[in-house]
Nanobody
Framework: QVQLVESGGGLVQAGGSLRLSCAPS????????MGWFRQAPGKEREFVAA????????VYAESAKGRFTISRDNAKNSVYLQMNSLKPEDTAVYYC?????????????????WGQGTQVTVSS
């Protein structure tokens, strides 16, 4: 059974940084994409960033461009989300997800596996 384990969330002041990590286990995939989504209270889960593990091609939501960086370490089978210049509106539960399909999915329906989420809180 595939499991995604996230870590790295926490409380940070506005302008600060956090680095989220995600490592899948329990499955073998030759080529897949991984993404980060977030969900704030009372809001829909929204796309943040995604990366194709083979090739490293990335895509970002407009809200993440210039502040967040998604990266991968194929040797560790892990994906990271470096978040800089954090704002209070970035406060949400952040989810890691894995898609076995092609491309670099931006929609949550295209992802097959999800982590349990990690809370990120940015204080003003």
């Amino acid at each position: 059974q595939v499991q995604l384990v996230e870590s790295g969330g926490g409380l940070v002041q506005a302008g600060g940084s956090l680095r989220l990590s995600c490592a899948p286990s329990g499955g073998t995939f030759s080529n897949y994409a991984m993404g980060w989504f977030r969900q704030a209270p009372g809001k829909e889960r929204e796309f943040v960033a995604a990366i194709r593990l083979r090739g490293g091609i990335t895509v970002y939501a407009e809200s993440a461009k210039g502040r967040f960086t998604i990266s991968r370490d194929n040797a560790k089978n892990s994906v990271y989300l470096q978040m800089n210049s954090l704002k209070p509106e970035d406060t949400a539960v952040y989810y890691c997800a894995l898609s076995v399909g092609g491309g670099i999915p931006r929609f949550k329906e295209e992802y097959d596996y999800w982590g349990q989420g990690t809370q990120v809180t940015v204080s003003s």
